[in-house]
Each structure stands twice: as structure tokens, then as C-alpha cells.
């Protein structure tokens, strides 16, 4: 499952990029639990927590259908 979020993300991280920001996977739990790091300007961001759950939860969950939640760590 790990290999299909990252092929996920990379097709995300360009609009990110976009705007100097990024995201990072770090873990993919076993119970669906996806944990991502954001990264430049997206790290400080007030909208942030938007760009997660509208953007990257709903794209992952939608491409990988096993993931339960995307957790910023």
C-alpha cells in the first residue's frame, strides 16, 4: 500500500510545489492510517489543514480506497 500513496502524492506534489510547499509520507499504518509531513511554505501555512483534509485525505482515500485518515506529524 506504501507504494501506491507515494504514487498518489507525486501526483499531487506538483501544485503544492507550485506554491513552495511539498508533503512528505512518512508512515502508511497498517490500520489505514496515513501520516504525511508538510514542507515549505505549506509547513506554517493557516491553510494547511485545508489543503490535508480537502485536498490530499480526499485524493489519497479516493486512489488508495484501504486508507481510514491522513494525520499531519
Not at 499504518?29 to 501555512?45: F, I, L, P, S, Y
Not at 480537502?54 to 488508495?64: A, D, P, S, T
Request: aromatic letters at 2%; hydrophobic letters at 40%.
Amino acid at each position: 500500500m506504501r507504494d501506491r500513496v507515494e504514487l498518489a502524492l507525486n501526483q499531487i506534489r506538483p501544485t503544492l510545489q507550485k506554491d513552495g510547499g511539498d508533503v512528505l509520507l512518512v508512515d502508511v499504518g497498517e490500520n489505514g492510517v496515513v501520516k504525511v509531513r508538510m514542507t515549505g511554505a505549506c509547513r506554517g501555512c493557516h491553510m494547511s489543514d485545508v489543503t490535508l483534509r480537502e485536498g490530499i485525505e480526499k485524493f489519497l482515500k479516493n486512489e488508495v480506497p484501504e486508507i481510514t485518515a491522513v494525520e499531519s506529524v
